[in-house]
Every structure is written in C-alpha cells, then in structure tokens.
C-alpha cells in the first residue's frame, strides 16, 4: 500500500521568507501523480501543486515550486516569498496512474510570522 | 461555475441516530469521491461513485455506512446509527473524468459531532 509521510507536524517562517516543507511516499510504482494540498482555517482543500512522476522537470507555480527526487522517493514544496495568507495546513498527497484515490500525508500546519 | 458543494457544513447527531451528508459536484463531473478527516490527520478515503454506480469502496467501513450518487440530485453518505468515533470532517471531491490526472475539486467539508 503507498503511506505519504510528513515528518514535520508544525513549521513556521518570517514573512517574505523563503521555507520548504518535506515530504516522503512509498510505492512500487514508477507512475503516478504526487500533489500539494493547502487547508486553511476554512478546513476548504485548495491544490497548490501537481507533479507528474514521468516529468524530470519539477513543477513551479508562482511562488510555490518543489523538489522531486524520485529516486529518494522525495516531494518537497518550497514557498517563496512567504505571505500571511499561507498561513494552513499542507497536506502532501498521492495518486497512484491508474488509481482513483489519494492518499494523504498527516500534514504540515505552517505559520507565518509577520 | 459553483464549485462542489456540500450540506450541511455541521451535523450534530446523537449516539444512535442517522448521519446524512450531501455532496452536489461541480457541474459537468460525474465522478465523486467522499474523504474522512479525524482530527489532526490527513484525509482517508473511502468511497469512489460515478452515477449510479460505486466503483471502489475500499475505503468504506464494512458496517453502518453507505453512500450512493443517483441519477438525479446530489451524493450522499449516509452513516448509521452513529458513534462518537465517526466524529469527523467528512470531505467530498469531484472530477471530470476518473483518470489520475484529473484534478479532484473538493468541497468545503461537514463537520459531523457525535454526543
């Protein structure tokens, strides 16, 4: 079974600086999709970020970029330029190439310090 | 384009007592998949329906929950006879087309509180 492992239950960073964020999975398999997920206070899941594994590149959107190892079975996000609206929590997630599920890590709650 | 909406946003019910939870995807999705969150976890989930139809319930605890998505009108898990355990934020997502690289949409959640 594919576990999501989030070893960093609370973080915080200095408003307009930069933090990342760590994530780990296990799986067997060499496609599929990995995700970030953002949950503020309004308990609503907004993506903040897609890879698919097949893709060397790693994906940008905005301020928000990762680091996919592969190999290391690794899915960082890294937040540029922190704002106080990224205050939430992040939940980092997989979906397996065929599958219809996600499965979520346990989260990461972010704070961000004016 | 209203995106997924779910009702109500808090259920109070008391031990014993039945637990309906409402999902309206976004329009144009046919597929549904509905999420437990317990506190301070990340979402479990449980169920996958297209129309008329349960494709993978894997998720689903063997006992006392079903969720059905018919034809007309909006999907709905349904949780009986309640215990305090089901205490839970109950999440609901929708997307296009069950292929993994659809983005699943996810509603704002309910909020279910056992007595």
């Known amino acids: 079974a594919q576990t999501v492992t989030q070893s960093q239950p609370e973080m915080s960073v200095q408003e307009a600086e930069t933090v990342t964020l760590s994530c780990t999975y296990d799986t067997s398999e060499s496609d599929y999709y990995l995700f970030w997920y953002k949950q503020p206070p309004s308990r609503q899941m907004i993506l903040v970020i897609r890879?698919?594994?097949?893709?060397?590149q790693n994906a940008t959107e905005n301020r928000f970029s990762v680091n996919f190892q592969k190999a290391a079975k690794s899915f960082s996000l890294k937040i540029s330029d922190s704002q106080l609206g990224d205050a939430a929590m992040y939940f980092c997630?997989?979906?397996?190439?065929?599958?219809?599920?996600?499965?979520f890590g346990t989260g990461t709650s972010l704070t961000v310090i004016p | 384009n209203a995106g997924v909406m779910q009702n109500p946003r808090h259920l109070v019910r008391r031990r014993g007592q039945e637990a309906r939870l409402r999902c309206s995807p976004m329009k144009g999705h046919s597929h549904v998949y509905w999420y437990r969150q317990l506190p301070e976890e990340g979402l479990k989930f449980m169920v996958y329906l297209q129309k008329e139809n349960i494709i993978d319930e894997s998720g689903m605890p063997k006992e006392r929950f079903s969720a059905e998505f018919p034809k007309e009108g909006p999907s709905i898990l349904r949780i009986q006879q309640v215990v305090r355990g089901d205490s839970a934020a109950y999440f609901c997502?929708?997307?296009?087309?069950?292929?993994?690289?659809?983005?699943?949409?996810f509603g704002p959640g309910t909020r279910l509180t056992v007595l």
């Open positions: 997630a997989y979906r397996r190439f065929t599958g219809n599920q996600f499965y």
């Open positions: 997502a929708s997307s296009p087309g069950g292929q993994a690289y659809n983005e699943q949409f």
């Open positions: 890879q698919e594994a097949y893709k060397q």
